[in-house]
């Protein structure tokens, strides 16, 4: 009996989060060794490389669109975002990065009931204010966190993904996975090698390695997080994007030993409490 669409939705979008927390990891690794602009071109020059032969292999359809002004808001947000987030990554513990970015479900289900008229129930909103809860328990903000910029950078950087996120629905039913994503990427590399230039430095070879994995996983990430928000409503999966704090909880545990406290794993469990019930309640 195949999968509901809202599960499937769930577990791609649960895969895109690991992607994307992996990629958190990599560009804290890189932090110290390339510069800003560096990370961000090779992170979308890499990511366009590995989509390239699947992309030539679907036919020049695949890159037929009407949709421009779509694809271009959603790289220019994208682009954006990744520049205030690989700072804020940058400046602190990972687990507390991934944290800062988590207040974007909050705004998904309020741009998408302003621009795609989906309204969220009341045990959808209840379970997004659950997973913030849930957010706090496993890893509260304290220390640098509170430093005005870069929380207001993080701020932004959520916003601009909730934005994000959401045109992916609003362009799903004309413009298929594979388009979305190529258009995203070669915009994104585009824009982001102007400033390259301007702040080159000198690369250790791990950083190429780090470049290349981050190009693997943000074309894995963006390929499901795509796929995810096609087979369902913002309001109804965005809260899936907390569990992004489990995936960056345990690569802080492992490559920077962050603590993993009991508090920790309580926030875990509610986190993923609050995407069941809202996943479930969509089909009772």
């Known amino acids: 009996m195949p999968l509901k669409p809202l599960y499937v939705a769930a577990l791609l979008l649960l895969l895109a989060e690991a992607c994307f927390a992996g990629i958190g990891a990599l560009v804290k690794l890189t932090s110290d060794s390339a510069s800003q602009a560096q990370v961000v071109f090779f992170r979308n020059f890499f990511a366009l490389l590995v989509m390239l032969p699947w992309i030539v292999s679907q036919g020049r359809q695949i890159l037929y669109t009407k949709r421009w002004y779509l694809h271009a808001s959603r790289a220019t947000t994208g682009i954006i975002s990744m520049y205030c987030f690989f700072y804020v990554i940058s400046q602190l513990p990972l687990a507390q990065a991934m944290l800062v970015l988590l207040l974007s479900p909050f705004v998904v289900p309020l741009i998408a009931r302003i621009w795609l008229k989906e309204r969220p129930s009341r045990l959808t909103l209840f379970a997004i204010a659950l997973?913030?809860?849930?957010?706090?328990?496993?890893?509260?903000?304290?220390?640098?966190?509170?430093?005005?910029?870069?929380?207001?950078?993080?701020?932004?950087?959520?916003?601009?993904?909730?934005?994000?996120?959401?045109?992916?629905?609003?362009?799903?039913?004309?413009?298929?996975?594979?388009?979305?994503?190529?258009?995203?990427?070669?915009?994104?590399?585009?824009?982001?090698?102007?400033?390259?230039?301007?702040?080159?430095?000198?690369?250790?070879?791990?950083?190429?390695?780090?470049?290349?994995?981050?190009?693997?996983?943000?074309?894995?990430?963006?390929?499901?997080?795509?796929?995810?928000?096609?087979?369902?409503?913002?309001?109804?999966?965005?809260?899936?994007?907390?569990?992004?704090?489990?995936?960056?909880?345990?690569?802080?545990?492992?490559?920077?030993q962050e603590p993993v406290t009991m508090g920790w794993f309580a926030g875990v469990l509610v986190i993923f409490y609050a995407g069941y019930i809202s996943t479930r309640q969509r089909l009772l």
């Open 131 to 256: 997973g913030f809860v849930g957010v706090f328990l496993a890893i509260p903000l304290q220390g640098e966190a509170g430093n005005t910029l870069i929380l207001m950078l993080g701020l932004l950087s959520a916003v601009l993904v909730a934005i994000t996120k959401t045109t992916i629905r609003y362009m799903s039913d004309t413009e298929p996975a594979a388009r979305i994503v190529f258009y995203f990427s070669l915009l994104t590399a585009v824009i982001s090698f102007i400033p390259v230039p301007f702040a080159w430095q000198p690369l250790p070879e791990i950083a190429w390695w780090a470049f290349a994995g981050m190009g693997v996983l943000a074309a894995a990430g963006q390929m499901a997080m795509t796929k995810a928000y096609a087979l369902a409503p913002a309001s109804d999966i965005g809260m899936w994007t907390y569990s992004s704090v489990v995936f960056a909880g345990l690569f802080g545990y492992l490559f920077w």
